[in-house]
């Protein structure tokens, strides 16, 4: 339901994206983040989450290549982290810029997708 959408993502936070991020950086930047031990700084609970990672990639450092550039997309909380560790990595600009220019937003996001791929009728 679109309630179980406020459970799962109730910080709304935006969609931000870096563009054109070389590979070489970005294999760089994820080798830090995943040596690095967790940040308590960056919980948003004050209940402990040892058992989630402190960030998360789609992809791990060995499987980047090197030759690309990739977009990195990221959320408003992540992304001074993911801007800082992009240019710890050699990266020389680092804009983060909304990745759309509508309402996109974690749980808008999550709402469309739930009500388009799961619609209901109405309760009477």
């Known amino acids: 339901t679109l309630d179980d959408t406020f459970?799962?993502?109730p910080f709304q936070d935006t969609f931000v994206i870096a563009t054109k991020m070389p590979g070489n950086i970005v294999a760089i930047a994820l080798k830090h983040i995943a040596a690095a031990k967790?940040?308590?700084s960056?919980?948003?609970?004050s209940a402990s989450s040892t058992f989630?990672?402190?960030?998360?990639?789609?992809m791990t450092?060995?499987?980047i290549d090197v030759s690309l550039q990739?977009?990195?997309?990221?959320?408003t909380f992540d992304a001074p982290f993911t801007a800082e560790r992009l240019k710890e990595?050699?990266?020389k600009d680092v804009t983060m810029v909304p990745f759309r220019q509508d309402d996109s937003d974690d749980r808008s996001v999550?709402?469309?997708y739930i009500t388009q791929s799961w619609p209901c009728p109405k309760q009477q």
């Open 42 to 45: 960056r919980d948003r609970s």
């Open 52 to 58: 989630l990672p402190a960030w998360v990639s789609s």
């Open 89 to 91: 990595a050699g990266a």
């Open 61 to 63: 450092a060995d499987e």
């Open 7 to 9: 459970i799962v993502s």
């Open 38 to 40: 967790a940040d308590p």
């Open 110 to 112: 999550w709402e469309r």
């Open 70 to 75: 990739y977009d990195i997309i990221s959320v």
